[in-house]
């Protein structure tokens, strides 16, 4: 299942489906960074409002791809984590330590305008 | 007694999905809130993961189960892969979830209600956790 990689300026967006696997998270991994090198994006929302379940190797695949492309300058921001799905991660000791949050889409797009406003 | 009962054979990543999904769709049959449906569906895909990393191929069965009070829920988690050397490492933390190494059992102990692990070297692992409806 290929995750679609919308443009949207200087951003990409990124929107999970519910049934990811590991393949799926590998592959997305690689395709973001390569788009992100593609249209020289300042920053990428990666939206998993749709995933049910998020274990370890899915945040561990989050975490690389935020690390991923801070290393290459641009900011990566996670949104719209259910709140069971969070429960569950806490639960699981699973963390998105320096990663961007935020509510959801609107959130997120608010979040990098206000950062990016100057240059934009 | 049981409620319902599915198996799914874990060869690949790819069927570590559908055991979750079966999981959390016996989960909610059997009554068990979303949220507790996703806690399940998280500790399956923890299960089946190991099995894919460490013993290959596997199987994950869940089953509903009852005792004089309460409903619950069975999951047992099985292979024939290498086992584990030391369950007590294995089971604690830190030595997991996290980081890249480790297997995940104590987050899967977290989730659930109760945890049960049999491990023979060169034999297999089975993994066997409940919860019960809240």
Known sequence: MEVPILKQGAFLIATFQ?????????????GLVQQVVKFRSRAVIVDVTAMDVMDSFASRTLREIAHMIRLRGAET???????????????????LEGVATALDLEEGLAYLNEKFKISN | MSVGETRVEINSDQDIVIARQKGRVLASELGFSS??????????????????????????????????????????????????ADIRQALRDGFSTSGSLGLGLPGVRRLMDEFEITSQLGRGTIVAVKKWRQ
């Open chain 1, 77 to 95: 921001v996670i949104v719209g984590i259910q709140p069971e799905v969070a429960f569950a991660m806490v639960q699981l000791g699973l963390t």
């Open chain 1, 18 to 30: 519910a049934a990811l696997s590991d393949a799926d998270l590998n592959h997305l991994r690689m």
């Open chain 2, 35 to 84: 949220g507790d449906a996703t806690l399940i569906a998280t500790a399956i895909s923890e299960l089946a993961r190991n099995i894919v990393s460490y013993a290959h191929k596997g199987e994950i069965k869940v089953k509903g189960i009852q005792n004089s009070t309460r409903v619950g829920i069975l999951v047992v988690a099985s292979d024939d892969g290498p086992g584990i």
